[in-house]
């Protein structure tokens, strides 16, 4: 019989299970010791008890459930969030020899997830995502083979609140109870006390060994520059490449920008640049993702569609050229850089002009009173079978202007809470709770103004909204402690002359080439 299949044997004493971690640890994986709080997650889970842990960016988090796969018997079934997340956690399973890992996703035509899912006992490790799971085909194979451990990766995007909110994972316990109530271990970077609350309810983890971290990264400095308007911003994001270390991340408010800002920084630096969003096919957000990881680009210019739990170690900036709406967003994103325990830094470019669009964005979470009643209507009159033409009536609402965000808010809405009840009273009850949550998202842009506005301490003030004290003062803490950009300099540009531009022609069209060879797809 395959180990996989044989039952647990849960009297084996623990710390016979804590020196065979110790084991795989160094043999497996290559460690010498454990790091953060990873040995206390570890022990905890080995003694079958649910786990939520918040650990910075670059903590160690995938090592808590990877380690466990090879010492509990049955499959880890990791619930991700975006694709190229679950695939990039895959490939460095890959990479380290292991072979009975999976991904199940959109991406797989109907006879390869047929595969996978005829493959299950022979894995140790499933990626998934929240909708993947729901599927009642997948529910049901997965209900017939033993699972060791329910991993639910960032872990923050349960919550209601934020901008990653995704109506399948308020669904994620009742999938775990379907699948013999495995030991739970969620896993996020960040989390205010608001967040965790909605972690803790929505997946059952009340009597769960709670390991929360302290957000703060001492190793990335954090700096807001202010601009009159755009086109200055761009002026002072070229200045700024062209003095500190690459590589770096710049996020962007939508694509345009993100498209507009690549081709600018190629033009005028010379640096290999390239683009990366949502309206991007897959393949070629792939491979730009890949060409980023690979060291193959100096600069990825983004939307927030890229970046979540990326595993690049050096990247030593993150330049936020339109602010995000919440505090745990903007730390989630400042955290990738300086994985590696160098220095990082944070900079964030303002203008008076940015202030309209996080509330523009907030607003395209939610369906207009007119879209929300034609809508409710349409489910009312049986216009679509539920769940299977659940992506055609998304693709319907789409395209009278809501946005997939809005689209499913009224698809989980009508599902959760119609029952019966008249129409008439759903759309009462969804514009109110659109009136909470929105009240709520703009006491979070509030905050998140306000701290770009912070005349003391940056890094105090990011930590006491997180209910934390700062400590210790690193040396380069922010701009309000005399952190400055001159500070960063970097000798990667000792080619350039002052005005950005490569001196030596040969290393000028040798990064142009390479800028060529990377431009994505159009």
Not at 38 to 55: G, I, T, Y
Not at 364 to 384: C, H, R, T, V, W
Request: aromatic share 8%.
């Amino acid at each position: 019989m395959d180990a996989l299949q044989k039952p647990e044997n849960r009297n084996r004493p623990i710390d016979q299970e804590m020196a065979k971690a110790e084991e795989v640890l160094h043999k497996v994986f290559g460690y010498s010791e454990f790091r953060n709080r990873q040995r206390e997650v570890v022990n905890a889970l080995l003694k079958h008890q649910d786990v939520f842990a918040m650990m910075p960016t670059g903590g160690g988090k995938s090592l808590c459930y990877q380690l466990p796969g090879y010492i509990l018997n049955g499959l880890v079934l990791i619930v991700s969030p975006l694709l190229s997340l679950m695939e990039d956690q895959a490939d460095s399973l890959r990479r380290l020899g292991e072979n009975k890992v999976r991904t199940l996703n959109s991406m797989l035509n109907p006879e390869e997830r047929k595969r996978v899912l005829s493959q299950l006992r022979q894995l140790r490790f499933l990626f998934i995502s929240p909708e993947m799971i729901r599927q009642p085909r997948v529910s049901r194979a997965l209900e017939k083979v033993p699972i060791s451990l329910f991993v639910v990766d960032e872990a923050h995007c349960i919550s209601q609140w934020g901008h990653e909110f995704r109506p399948d994972y308020l669904h994620l316990a009742e999938i775990r109870i379907r699948l013999g109530s495995p030991v739970c271990l969620a896993l996020t970077a960040t989390a205010d006390q608001r967040v965790k609350k909605d972690i803790v309810r929505y997946l059952h983890l009340e009597s769960a060994q709670q390991f929360l971290m302290s957000v703060d990264r001492p190793n990335i400095s954090f700096i807001v520059l202010e601009a009159k308007n755009s086109e200055d911003k761009t002026n002072q994001l070229i200045e700024l490449l062209g003095k500190v270390e690459f590589p770096g991340i710049i996020y962007c408010s939508g694509r345009e920008w993100s498209e507009k800002l690549s081709k600018d920084i190629s033009k005028r630096l010379g640096f290999r640049t390239a683009f990366y969003h949502g309206g991007m096919e897959p393949e070629d957000r792939r491979k730009i993702q890949n060409q980023f990881l690979s060291g193959e680009l100096d600069i990825l210019c983004c939307t927030n569609a890229f970046g979540m739990g990326i595993n690049k170690a050096d990247i030593r900036v993150v330049v936020h050229f339109h602010y995000p709406s919440t505090m745990n967003a903007y730390l989630q994103e400042v955290g990738r850089a300086a994985r590696d325990g160098g220095q990082g830094l944070a900079v964030l470019l303002h203008s008076p002009a940015d202030d309209r669009l996080p509330e523009a964005f907030i607003d395209s979470n939610y369906p207009s009173p007119s879209i929300l009643k034609f809508a409710l209507n349409q489910l009312d009159q049986g216009e679509y079978q539920l769940p299977k033409d659940s992506e055609r009536f998304i693709d319907v609402i789409r395209i009278m202007g809501a946005g997939e965000t809005a689209a499913r808010f009224i698809l989980e809405q009508f599902i959760t809470k119609s029952s019966g009840r008249p129409v008439a009273l759903l759309y009462d009850d969804c514009i109110r709770l659109i009136e909470n949550r929105r009240s709520v998202q703009m006491k979070d842009l509030a905050r998140m103004r306000s701290w770009i506005s912070e005349k003391g301490c940056r890094r105090v003030s990011c930590l006491s909204y997180f209910g934390e004290k700062l400590e210790t003062k690193p040396d380069l803490c922010c701009d309000r402690c005399g952190a400055k950009i001159g500070d960063f300099l970097s000798h990667q540009h000792s080619a350039l002359n002052n005005s950005g531009i490569e001196v030596d022609w040969k290393k000028r069209l040798d990064r142009l080439l390479a800028c060529e060879k990377v431009e994505p797809d159009s």
